[in-house]
């Protein structure tokens, strides 16, 4: 009796011990993911050749006292991706923004006011979006500009100033909107470059990638969906999404 005893209370020593380790490693794992989604910026996912060559350029800061040249190609930092803009003189900006009003009435004066969130939001959800002239101020929003700066991240060499502002002319209007199939930096490179890419989408998908490799995360969305069903009960709104998605993870890695 006493070497039972003393079996089980090592048992329940060893499962004190090995249970808040276990915890604890996935309370950090899930904490490291979501740091990482919160802290996340399309912009900093660039490759890190681009990355490099990109910093110097910030020395190139376009100010009043800079001339631009026709078909120069813009980039303005944003919070969570950079926007880009073909100049095509005159202090005029020709660049793609989703926005949802194109789609809800044809009065140009509502349309050519500059797009508020409300309005973009609406456009990325209903994949609508213009390819609209605006000015330099505008265009920039407050922000720094960088010129050209993609001309050193992009294989193909650029075309002639005026070949690039005469296409991007031609594209001026509504067009359809995908935030990583036909955004902005898709209509940017391919007025100038003659080929329609996004080396932030890019590097979005090849991050996203690794994420879906990394065979911790099937284990997560299982522990997930387990808790979920403990917590709100066991149904089809539970059950399914528990299954599938660590399935459809595990298929995919």
């Not at 926007?83 to 949802?100: E, K, S, T, W």
């Not at 050209?148 to 502002?165: I, K, Q, T």
């Not at 299982?222 to 403990?230: D, E, P």
Request: net charge positive; charged share 25%; glycine share 4%.
């Amino acid at each position: 009796m006493r070497r039972q005893s003393r079996r089980h209370e090592s048992c329940r020593t060893k499962l004190v011990l090995s249970g808040p380790s276990a915890m604890l490693d996935t309370l950090t794992f899930l904490l490291e993911k979501l740091f990482l989604l919160a802290h996340v910026k399309l912009s900093s996912l660039l490759p890190p050749l681009r990355r490099a060559r990109a910093e110097p350029q910030l020395s190139r800061r376009c100010d009043r006292e800079q001339k631009l040249e026709r078909g120069d190609l813009l980039e303005v930092p944003r919070t969570l991706f950079t926007h880009f803009g073909i100049y095509l003189g005159d202090n005029r900006v020709a660049h793609l923004i989703p926005d949802i009003l194109p789609a809800l009435t044809a009065d140009s004066r509502q349309i050519q006011e500059m797009v508020t969130n409300t309005r973009l939001l609406l456009g990325v959800l209903s994949k609508r979006a213009s390819i609209r002239v605006d000015s330099v101020e505008d265009f920039a929003y407050g922000a720094g500009i960088l010129l050209n700066a993609m001309d050193r991240a992009v294989r193909r060499s650029p075309l002639s100033g005026e070949e690039v502002a005469r296409r991007a002319e031609r594209l001026v209007g509504t067009v359809s909107y995908s935030l990583l199939w036909n955004n902005c930096e898709h209509f940017v490179t391919y007025c100038r470059y003659d080929a329609a890419q996004s080396l932030q989408t890019d590097q979005f998908c090849e991050s996203l990638k690794c994420l879906i490799r990394d065979q911790r995360n099937i284990f997560l969305t299982a522990l997930l969906g387990l808790l979920s069903m403990v917590c709100l009960g066991v149904s089809c709104s539970t059950a399914l999404p528990s299954l599938l998605i660590p399935f459809t993870l595990w298929m995919a890695s």
